[in-house]
T-cell receptor
Framework: GAVVSQHPSWVICKSGTSVKIECRSL??????MFWYRQFPKQSLMLMAT?????????EQGVEKDKFLINHASLTLSTLTVTSAHPEDSSFYIC??????????????FGPGTRLTVT | GQNIDQPTEMTATEGAIVQINCTYQ??????LFWYQQHAGEAPTFLSY??LDGLEEKGRFSSFLSRSKGYSYLLLKELQMKDSASYLC??????????WGAGTKLIIKP
């Protein structure tokens, strides 16, 4: 299957600082990338969808000024958590979609980034 | 509204077979996905069904009935490493994935 990398794997930061998470599709060009958040023992929660070269579409309840998403190329998307607070501590997972054929879509996940805000 | 239902938790014995069901009601349908997620890790892709029928891939098989809004994931010859959460997701008419809450599968020796 296709490979999606995410960096860093884990990060600890102080309250009030900003953290940037990178998501790369390594062996394919991703038409769309997704950012999810997952709290312990809960299901994935979609935060935003981004298409290369355009602004991200945020889900209801997700602050776009707090979670900045940049999708500069078909292989790279970044999520910046600005002015992080302890309640932002979570597992952040990116996903990249690959239109394998005109009738087949596959979506692969990065390994996730565990963010802890102290 | 859109809804994906799957059991919260299931328990099975090592070496046995288990079937995890998923029913869905979505606005449009562009395929159904199954993912495996181990605790503390990101989901990994297992299968994708867009046509009715059974897709077999090694010990794992996935079935889809679009008319019934129903799918199942069948795991054979269960191994301890299969203990994980299994997520069912449907791609709707806007090509967005609608996620189920996941089924936690516990394998006992």
């Amino acid at each position: 299957g296709a490979v999606v990398s995410q960096h860093p794997s884990w990060v600890i930061c102080k309250s009030g600082t900003s953290v940037k998470i990178e998501c790369r599709s390594l062996d394919f060009q991703a038409t769309t990338m997704f950012w999810y958040r997952q709290f312990p023992k809960q299901s994935l929660m979609l935060m935003a969808t981004s298409n290369e070269g355009s602004k991200a579409t945020y889900e209801q309840g997700v602050e776009k000024d707090k979670f900045l998403i940049n999708h500069a190329s078909l292989t790279l998307s970044t999520l910046t958590v600005t002015s992080a607070h302890p309640e932002d501590s979570s597992f952040y997972i990116c996903s990249a979609r690959w239109f394998r054929t005109s009738e087949s879509y596959e979506q692969y996940f990065g390994p996730g980034t565990r963010l802890t805000v102290t | 509204g859109q809804n994906i239902d799957q059991p919260t938790e299931m328990t099975a014995t090592e070496g046995a077979i288990v079937q995890i069901n998923c029913t869905y009601q979505t606005s449009g349908f562009n395929g159904l996905f199954w993912y495996q997620q181990h605790a503390g890790e990101a989901p990994t892709f297992l299968s994708y069904n867009v046509l009715d029928g059974l897709e077999e891939k090694g010990r794992f098989s996935s079935f889809l009935s679009r008319s019934k809004g129903y799918s199942y994931l069948l795991l054979k010859e269960l191994q301890m490493k299969d203990s994980a959460s299994y997520l069912c997701a449907v791609m709707d008419s806007n090509y967005q994935l609608i996620w189920g809450a996941g089924t936690k599968l516990i394998i006992k020796p």
